[in-house]
């Protein structure tokens, strides 16, 4: 190498050494000693992780956003940032507290270490809560709010259900650990000095200066946990200002932000589409007064509620799929559904457990939260046991879970069910190891009481196993079809514990004087495009089957968990005024037949061969989803029925308000 080139290398590295030093220099000089300089700068570097959460988000989950392109997830981040300043400022108060307030003590070295750990630690926790996220949303279709602190307030096992999810979902728990590290080494802490420092300084100056500052920032602090210069603040249905889809809401809200906008929860506020009540029940009323066609009939009712049974399971409803050759994993229930009469178009009111108990047994939907979640969950509700107890019916409900799990047990008693029968009265064997007993033995534990019921009885039961963290006994290891998802396999043993169940109370003399109910608490995880539409992530199938009988069909009629309770009721022949916001499908007009439900902020509306989707205030799109199944070709302001839907719907939700606040969910309450 010759001189003049080792010269130059010199001068270059000379240069590159000059320069790092000059930036470290204007760090010192200009920006380290601000305690605003620094707080902006580790505020800038949440946000960038937040963001990074929701790319994450994105990718992990995009067979849910089909339809979302470059462009408009690029205006999806751009929203983000709105959640995302308000969000960080709630959960940053103390600290940002700590730097602005113009104490002297904040230039000591305890102190700012108190304050990092603060930072650090609030900030892993709204991380980790992002990316719990980013696996919980496959279940629920939106973010978590804080109606999960009540959904597993009675689980004992959370500990051992968080470990097994971070195994299942190393990806996720390696990208928060890689956030949170990120978060620790780029923090960065303001100037530290001692007392002596200030010596030099004027009080008056010093004391004048961050006074100012602090009253500079307040205001700006106040607008970005708004979310707005005026108006009211931001919330969670602010989110479908940047969506074309209600379910793109999840990829625009963050998680701390959902759950800290619905603590604490206001009531609800009526919407007053409607004058006053008379001009409401002129459009719809939820009491229902039958004119039945006969006698009642006394018959038992058993009502199975299956965990995660979304339709796409079924090879009975979708003969159509992978070329006509899909088969399906539920053999038993496809040859049940031929001998019962069941639905083309079937759907839930909820993407939760607690959404669906109170849809199916006491016509309940879920409106905004979960009724379960709500503040008002202790009204006086009506209930299928409730109303025909005073026919003389025995009820119960089973559920294999520890007694409590899902607030479950309340809901049943305020119901007015006669007794609940759980893990505590199954007994602490057969255990999965997470959840609840083996649906097998627990459904064979059903059909042993029922057969000491005394008749006429109305029960329940709600499977489980077919829950994350998608287990099977290891005894069945390789009988069921694993399929293409976790969940595949357990569809296929609960089917077979279903056939087993059956099996067994064919036996009893009651059988055939029953009226069986299946239907399932929500969907689950999804192979098909057609099932990840804004309705079809509500497909479900709903069966009523009476032994012997010529109750038998397949129709085309809409129908949903809200109107289970009502039916059965018609198909007893129930002869007395009762309350439930669905509708008797044996004597419901079928243009008249409505499904609904609340998704991402939206309340959802089927009637005629139409889907409408309703913010609250205008209505969003509207589609027909026979012709247009992938809700590709939005109708609305195009077609003749909107309006008489809209108007429908809008006395559904005035009805379910006004009621819910005023605690009138029964007709003693008129």
Not at 8 to 37: D, G, Q, V
Not at 302 to 315: A, D, N, P, R, T
Request: glycine share 6%; aromatic share 16%.
């Amino acid at each position: 190498m010759t001189t003049q080139t080792k010269d130059s290398n010199n001068n270059k590295n000379y240069m590159l050494s000059s320069f790092a030093e000059r930036c470290r220099n204007i760090w010192k000089t200009c920006i380290k000693p601000s305690h605003a300089a620094v707080c902006f700068y580790n505020f800038v570097l949440m946000l960038a992780i937040y963001c990074l959460c929701r790319i994450f988000f994105f990718i992990a989950n995009r067979s849910y956003f089909s339809d979302v392109n470059f462009s408009h997830f690029l205006n999806l981040l751009k929203g983000g940032l709105r959640f995302d300043i308000s969000a960080l400022l709630y959960t940053n108060v103390i600290y940002l507290a700590m730097q602005i307030f113009p104490f002297k003590f904040r230039f000591n070295r305890t102190y700012q270490n108190i304050a990092k750990w603060i930072f650090i630690v609030i900030n892993s926790l709204a991380i980790t809560a992002n990316c719990i996220d980013i696996i919980y949303f496959r279940f629920t279709n939106r973010r978590t709010t804080s109606t999960v602190f009540t959904e597993f307030q009675n689980e004992n096992n959370l500990l051992k259900i968080i470990g097994l999810a971070m195994i299942e979902y190393w990806y996720v728990t390696l990208f928060a650990a890689i956030a949170i590290f990120i978060l620790y080494k780029c923090y960065h802490t303001p100037r530290i000095a001692d007392k002596k420092a200030f010596i030099l300084k004027s009080k008056i100056t010093y004391y004048s200066r961050h006074a100012l500052l602090m009253c500079c920032l307040f205001p700006v602090s106040l607008i970005g946990i708004r979310g707005a210069i005026d108006g009211r603040p931001i919330n969670i249905n602010n989110a479908n200002e940047y969506v074309n889809k209600g379910i793109e809401t999840a990829i625009v809200l963050n998680t701390p932000f959902c759950i800290l906008r619905t603590l604490k929860r206001k009531a609800f506020v009526n919407p007053q589409y409607f004058k006053d009540e008379k001009e409401m029940l002129e459009v719809y009323s939820p009491v229902h007064t039958p004119k039945p066609d006969g006698e009642f009939k006394p018959l038992n009712v058993v009502i199975l509620i299956l965990e995660s049974f979304g339709k796409e399971y079924s090879g009975f409803f979708n003969k159509h799929l992978d070329g006509g050759t899909y088969k399906g994993y539920t053999p038993f229930l496809d040859s049940l559904y031929t001998e019962g009469l069941t639905f083309e178009y079937s759907y839930s009111n909820g993407r939760q457990s607690i959404d669906a108990v109170p849809s199916i047994l006491s016509s309940i939907p879920k409106f905004i939260e979960s009724f379960i979640s709500t503040i008002y969950s202790t009204n006086d509700i009506s209930s299928i046991a409730d109303v025909l107890k005073e026919k003389g019916y025995y009820s119960a409900f089973f559920h294999g879970a520890q007694n409590g799990s899902m607030g479950f047990l309340g809901y049943i008693k305020n119901a007015g069910f006669d007794n609940y029968f759980g893990l505590t009265e199954y007994g602490n064997k057969d255990f999965d190891g997470v959840w609840a007993v083996w649906d097998e033995e627990f459904l064979q534990f059903y059909a042993d009481k029922l057969g000491e019921l005394k008749q006429p009885f109305i029960t329940a039961v709600f499977t489980a196993t077919s829950h994350h963290p998608f287990n099977i006994p290891p005894k069945y290891k390789g009988k069921f079809p694993e399929g293409t998802l976790p969940v595949h396999k357990c569809i296929g043993y609960t089917d077979y514990s279903i056939r087993q169940f059956f099996k067994k109370i064919e036996q009893y003399d009651w059988f055939q004087n029953t009226l069986f109910v299946i239907t399932a608490d929500h969907t689950s995880h999804t192979n098909f495009e057609e099932y990840r539409t804004d309705i079809t992530r509500y497909a479900i199938p709903v069966l009523f089957y009476h032994p012997g009988s010529d109750l038998k069909g397949l129709k085309t009629e809409p129908v949903q968990q809200i109107d289970i309770m009502p039916s059965i009721l018609g198909y007893l022949n129930y002869d007395k005024p009762y309350f439930a916001y669905g509708q008797d499908i044996f004597s419901t007009n079928g243009n008249d037949k409505f499904t609904v439900n609340y998704s991402n902020q939206l309340y959802q509306f089927l009637q005629h061969d139409y889907f409408l989707q309703f913010d609250g205030q205008k209505v969003k799109s509207v589609y027909n989803y026979k012709t247009d199944t992938l809700l590709k070709n939005n109708l609305a302001g195009k077609i003749e029925e909107q309006q008489e839907m809209e108007h429908l719907l809008k006395a559904i939700i005035q009805q379910y308000v006004v009621r819910m606040t005023e605690n009138r969910l029964t007709l003693t309450k008129p």
